[in-house]
């Protein structure tokens, strides 16, 4: 198991709500990345950091925001939830060298 | 721009038989290659990846993947699939000098039946 972390697993929340996908990784890596999972299984990058206080928008495009303050946390918010940000969330981060994204379990977000 | 192409969306076998789930790209330059597996309700687990060398490539629980440039393809294989194999796999892609973002294929569900 790769040693990072997403919190919560699962949330259920109202339109409208403020929420914040917590991605914490301990393995000092530099490069981060949000993943959208739709029900259809498909993966889309919505966000992507290269190192502290550097944020970029992916392919996909996404109402959510992201925040790279320090190298082991990359938080995710969205300001006002909606039904359309109902789906799993997944994080990963890389570190130097032809090597793998690792990935986190995932978020499921359901909106109601 | 890339892409990647996962033919099938569901691939049935049974237990001992060998299984392929294919893949094939469309990227300029030299690649690097990747299988991801995804179990229900959990990340991505990295079963290997081809980045230069040998085209043949072994990874975790006895999978492998053969690189084939002429053909643009990295098809997953194993000899003998277990049930336990049954998931979700996605066949992902990193261009060179992309700064290691993947591109995924639309993934293929894995069916073993005992």
């Known amino acids: 198991e790769a040693d990072i972390y997403q919190t919560p697993r699962y949330l259920v929340i109202g339109t409208g709500k403020k929420i914040t996908l917590e991605c914490s990784q301990t393995?000092?890596?530099?490069?981060m990345y949000w993943y959208q999972q739709d029900p259809g299984m498909e993966l889309h990058l919505i966000h992507y950091?290269?190192?502290?206080?550097?944020?970029e928008k992916g392919d996909l495009s996404s109402e959510s925001t992201v925040s790279r303050i320090r190298t082991e946390h990359f938080p995710l918010t969205l300001e006002s939830a909606r039904p359309s940000h109902t789906s799993q969330y997944l994080c990963?981060?890389?570190?130097?060298?032809?090597?793998?994204?690792?990935f986190g379990p995932g978020t499921r977000l359901t909106v109601t | 721009a890339q892409s990647v192409a996962q033919p099938e969306d569901q691939v049935n076998v049974a237990e001992g038989n060998p299984l392929t789930v294919k893949c094939t790209y469309s990227?300029?330059?030299?690649?690097?290659l990747f299988w991801y597996v995804q179990y229900p309700n959990r990340g991505l687990q990295f079963l290997l990846k081809?980045?230069?060398?040998?085209?043949l490539v072994k990874g975790s629980y006895g999978f492998e993947a053969e690189f084939n440039k002429s053909q643009t393809s990295f098809h997953l294989k194993k000899p003998s699939a277990l049930v336990s194999d049954s998931a979700l796999y996605f066949c992902?892609?990193?261009?060179?000098?992309?700064?290691?973002?993947?591109?995924f294929g639309s993934g293929t569900q894995l069916t073993v039946l005992p």
């Open positions: 992902a892609v990193e261009p060179s000098g992309s700064a290691r973002q993947l591109t």
């Open positions: 950091s290269y190192g502290v206080n550097s944020t």
């Open positions: 990227v300029s330059g030299n690649p690097y």
């Open positions: 081809y980045i230069t060398g040998d085209n």
């Open positions: 393995m000092g890596h530099d490069k």
């Open positions: 990963a981060s890389i570190g130097q060298g032809a090597g793998e994204q690792y």
